[in-house]
């Protein structure tokens, strides 16, 4: 190269938001891609800004700002709960962090829900056109994305000479910001290559996938099925001062002629087995109060079958299956255990097959390698008890399953591997082993009717003591699955494209809202379907409300039943918003304060207490009366406890 020594290309590496049920945790895209950009000889930074962006939500000044509009205003019940969420998170910022600032895991943080609902007017899951095109005065939500991009600080890892950025999209909801950060990135940088990868991407058909091009030119590239191959590719072809993408199988620019089928580049070069060690950035890892890294297991599920499932068509290999020896999995813990000093992992697959896991797990037992380890897996009858106790020996704390429902003949119609006996033989082999479970449920299966729903429910209520938690999902019917390639097939038929108002159908779900059909559903009426998921995430939310986070009752006096009672005041009405049971109940100024009192006692009071706060207040022989009003008024609400002194 002539002239003076170019420096090395420098990757910008970035994993996106908006993701809630990724914080606290590491996502290992960034890791495996930095890793095999390493083994070429090539400097890779990962930036976080999901992870960022849930500091950015619970800045004090950003929450007291929450509550002191509220006050100025007339709410919304939703404005209720976010403004609950701000008043919580201020009072406790231990819900969220440690008293060194990180973040805690969603195990044993009890905040996660109220950042979410701080977030839930950043979820942008706009027509592409309309956001391509723009706006004239850009929207409310568009101009806090550029705040917060701005704020971040991710433009100071823009300085280097030679740089390109990746950025991985697993999930529908980071697609928008995802586009609106490539923008403000290459406003920045215009010599910049900015490549967009991961499953969004390779689920898009073709011709939204080149209208997405199209219309943001700002994106450069996009890279379909695994990544690790083509962006080592494209890094040494910009080494080279080379851009020709389109030689590179499944990466697709604007001026390719087509998208590279399904298959065409299976190389065994960067097979799972012959994969290096994923490289996790200490910085990042020192963010996290409990991090748990994820290591490659598998590509691809074994079964395969689910018809719902997009999963199965992220991977290029026509194999069904690719796994990964044992030994290596093992290895890779062993190395990161010495090197970043974690001992929680999460095995990445679809699903983890029993006698592969079996295996895993003696492994472990035999190298005495002792580390906390979970992992997706299906119901299988090939998971006995005694295997499982083996899993809970070596370290398993969890198994996450997509159990989905508990109704055969809807199991069966979604083509899943178990019936309701199985399941329920499954849920009887994890409590005799010991095993806690994660369970995902879909309630509205298509054609799911009401009664099968809730004797679904019924039936798992009977084993609340195997179940860590429970995540209760609404049936997608998607375009790039076998049930929206043939919606008929399963009972549905299709009233049209992207979000319908009148579905059960919260924003920022997995899907983004080209991939997304709405369909009709004989199974349910509205109201049912309302009424199935209220009970659902009731059962939900009770499994998440852990013993501690009750306080013991007292000997004598009163106190608020649960620490996550916030207390909401608006221009013109006060409320008091349990947490725990999502319920907001509007309530008289006078209880208000009470409560409110109550609190800052850290909610503990005998009546002569309640006595003595009532004299300023009230004439003395009003005074009892006034006590037993307001204490059966917050009983009434749920939300205190008392004992008689």
Known sequence: MSGPERRRLEW?????????????????????????????????????????????????ARLRSIVQGARAARLSLQEVARTAAAELLLENPEFARDSEGRHRSQDDGRGFEMVGELARALYLDADLEALADGEPEPSAVVRQYQAFFEASGVARLLEHDSVAIGISVPMGPQLCPTLLLARYLKSLRPDARIILGGPVLTLMSPQRLHALLERFPCVDAVVRYEGEGPIRALAEQLERDV???????????????GVTPRGAATTDAFHPARLPYARFDAALLARLRAPRIGVLQARGCYWGECSYCDFIELYSSTRRYNGRPVAGVVGEIAHLRKEHGINAFWLVTE??????????????LE????????????????????????????????????MESMTTRVLKLVRKRATQEDNEQFLQACRKAGLKLDVNLIPNLPTTTYAEALEGLRILEGYSDTLRAVAVFPFEATASSQVGRSPEAFGLSVVGTGRDPGSHFPSGQAQFLSNRLVCSDPGMSEHELQEVFARYEAFARAL?????????????????RSSRVALVRDAAQAYAYDWDKDRVFRIPEATHEFLGWLKARQGRASRRDIANYLAPRAPPSRIPLLCAQLIDTCRQMGVLDHVAA
Request: include cysteine.
């Open 351 to 364: 699903s983890l097959p029993p006698a592969q896991g079996d295996r895993f797990a003696r492994l472990l």
């Open 367 to 402: 190298r005495g390698v002792r580390c906390d380890w979970r992992s997706f897996a299906m119901v299988d009858p090939g998971f006995t008890p005694e295997m499982l106790s083996r899993y809970v020996e070596s370290g398993c704390t969890s198994l996450t399953i997509g």
């Open 12 to 60: 910008v590496l970035i994993f996106p938001p908006l993701v809630s049920s990724n914080w606290g945790h590491y996502y290992p895209s960034l890791a495996c891609l930095a890793a095999v950009l390493a083994e070429g000889g090539f400097r890779a930074v990962q930036v976080d800004l999901n992870e960022q962006l849930f500091d950015y939500l619970i800045e004090p």
């Open 243 to 257: 851009w020709r993408p389109e030689e590179i199988p499944h990466v697709v620019t604007r001026e390719s002629a």
């Open 544 to 560: 998440k409300v852990k013993k501690e986070e009750t306080l013991a009752p007292p000997a004598q006096g009163l106190h608020l």
